[in-house]
């Protein structure tokens, strides 16, 4: 018994300290303000999205679960943005077959941010630069990869009656018009940023050591 309370506090200690919680709330109120506001940032048609690099920067900091949770917050401001009808897209879908719009919109933001988390976890005694470029690069890649994946699985249907043009096929419209122009934009601003978000993550934990 002794032994379980000190791994309890132990616990609290280690994560649900005052910092930390301040550290996930910034992250959690850039993810709402950058999805909420993606529409704003343009490149012609083409929307930035900036929301992936709060979810990286949170494993680097707070721990790949952090992340995940982060991650599984972005899918359901996603899911909200359908349902209010913001995201036309995500609306038509849930119309469709909602339960699995919903289960994918949160499983892909979940474990790009909890994959991510645990890569840097893994390998951030190496180059810290190169590990910060890795860990930015799977977010992404693994957010875009489920999408397709679930798309296929179980929203194909919707999806090709109601988006697909004629003479195009389902993987192709997924992989070439809707995934993979929005995946090279947030691959490429994840890399871009990821020297500042490796930058921040030295400040922050430069700041709990002095402190601690």
């Known amino acids: 018994m002794k032994g379980e309370e000190n791994s309890h506090v132990s616990f609290k200690e280690r994560y649900l300290t005052a910092k930390n919680i301040t550290y996930?709330?910034?992250?959690?109120?850039?993810?709402?303000?950058?999805?909420?506001?993606?529409s704003y940032?343009?490149?012609?048609?083409?929307?930035?999205?900036?929301?992936?690099?709060p979810i990286v920067l949170c494993g680097m900091i707070l721990g790949p679960w952090a992340a995940c949770f982060l991650g599984f917050a972005f899918g359901l401001i996603v899911v909200i943005q359908g349902f209010t009808g913001m995201d036309g897209f995500t609306l038509i879908l849930l119309n469709n077959k909602p339960f699995a719009t919903i289960m994918l919109c949160l499983v892909k933001g979940s474990l790009a941010g909890l994959a991510s988390g645990y890569i840097y976890k893994l390998i951030?005694?190496?180059?810290?630069?190169?590990?910060?470029?890795?860990?930015?690069?799977?977010?992404?890649?693994v957010?875009?990869?489920?999408?397709?994946?679930g798309a296929l699985l179980f929203l194909g249907e919707p999806?090709?009656?109601?988006?697909v043009p004629d003479g195009n096929t389902l993987i192709y419209f997924l992989v070439i018009g809707c995934a993979g122009i929005n995946f090279i934009i947030e691959?490429?601003?994840?890399l871009i940023c990821a020297p500042a978000i490796l930058k921040v993550t030295e400040v922050v934990e430069k700041f709990i050591r002095n402190r601690g």
């Open 187 to 190: 691959f490429a601003i994840n």
């Open 24 to 38: 996930f709330a910034i992250l959690l109120a850039l993810v709402i303000v950058l999805q909420l506001f993606a």
């Open 143 to 149: 957010n875009t990869g489920l999408f397709i994946l």
């Open 159 to 163: 999806i090709k009656a109601n988006f």
């Open 41 to 53: 940032f343009k490149i012609g048609s083409t929307s930035l999205s900036f929301v992936l690099v």
């Open 124 to 141: 951030k005694s190496k180059n810290k630069l190169v590990v910060t470029f890795i860990a930015s690069a799977v977010c992404p890649i």
